[in-house]
């Protein structure tokens, strides 16, 4: 692995949540939780050198397409797009406000969203599709989708599954955001998945199962990839805590769609950003 400076990531998806914390409250919706448990792994493909892309030319042909299948976990992904320069931070404080272009999902009229995504169980079709595609192209990109474990009970999530190995798709990585819980409820109490990683090596995937707010093990399991000799796709099952960089949050059902006010988000500043407030 090339040398990475892991205290900047770290600090990096501290802003992140910040941002997060910051949009959601002002507009008074949004899913936090959710957002916050996958902030480590797409901070880790966008700034730990492993997403191919470009923000001065978002539709370059070569670039990697990431499909956030979790839609409502769009603000991670928003931050992220207007802090590369996708489009101007000015946009971040307009999110779910009236003519803003940043929705409570992601769509293709924001610059470096690859899929209109929300509806939980497509992605991961959609990323199937366009591997296939690039495959059948011959071109060098490669397809990330990340989705959560909620929306893994839905069917047509295991059909893709099984039209992936079919079709030998590896260039196509899966990572499940692993955090346990759904709307209302843990998956295990209502739609069990484990044993997933037997699961998805039983359906043809190889499988590398990780903590997915460290970044050593995020960018290790990505490391490899272009030099990757498997033809199976790669699901890579991401450990994660819902709410996760918030203490009262943390583990929290209530916290997939609640608003922090008052002192709640007082506090919460408090320990994304100690600083808090600045002169």
Avoid at 192 to 208: I, Q
Wanted: charged share 25%; net charge neutral; aromatic share 8%.
């Amino acid at each position: 692995m090339k040398e990475i400076d892991f205290e900047n990531l770290k600090k990096k998806a501290k802003w992140v949540r910040r941002q997060i914390l910051e949009m959601i409250a002002s507009a008074k919706k949004g899913h936090i939780g959710g957002a916050f448990s996958c902030t480590d792994i797409l901070v880790a493909l966008y700034y730990g050198g492993i997403l191919k892309h470009d923000s001065r030319n978002p539709l370059w042909n070569q670039r990697d397409r990431l499909i956030l299948s979790k839609g409502h976990s769009g603000t991670a992904l928003f931050a992220i797009l207007a802090d590369l320069g996708y489009f101007d931070a000015k946009e971040l404080p307009t999110y779910c406000k009236n003519s803003s272009m940043l929705g409570g999902h992601p769509d293709r009229r924001i610059p470096g969203i690859e899929a209109d995504t929300g509806s939980l169980g497509h992605g991961i079709g959609i990323g199937a599709g366009i591997a296939l595609g690039a495959k059948m192209d011959g071109a060098g990109y490669r397809v990330f989708v990340l989705a959560g474990d909620g929306e893994c009970s839905e069917g047509s999530v295991w059909e893709a599954i099984v039209f992936a190995a079919h079709h030998c798709l590896s260039n196509l990585t899966l990572i499940v955001d692993r955090n346990r819980q759904c709307v209302l409820d843990f998956t295990e109490d209502c739609a069990p998945l484990d044993p997933l990683a037997n699961k998805l090596e039983a359906f043809g995937w190889e499988v590398r199962d990780i903590v997915g707010h460290s970044f050593k093990e995020l960018l290790m399991s990505f490391g490899d990839l272009p030099t990757r000799t498997s033809s199976k796709p790669l699901a890579i099952i991401a450990n994660t805590v819902k709410g996760k960089g918030v203490s009262f949050m943390e583990g929290k059902l209530k916290w997939h769609h609640s608003i922090p006010t008052g002192d709640e988000l007082a506090i919460a500043r408090k320990e994304l950003d100690p600083d808090w407030p600045r002169d």
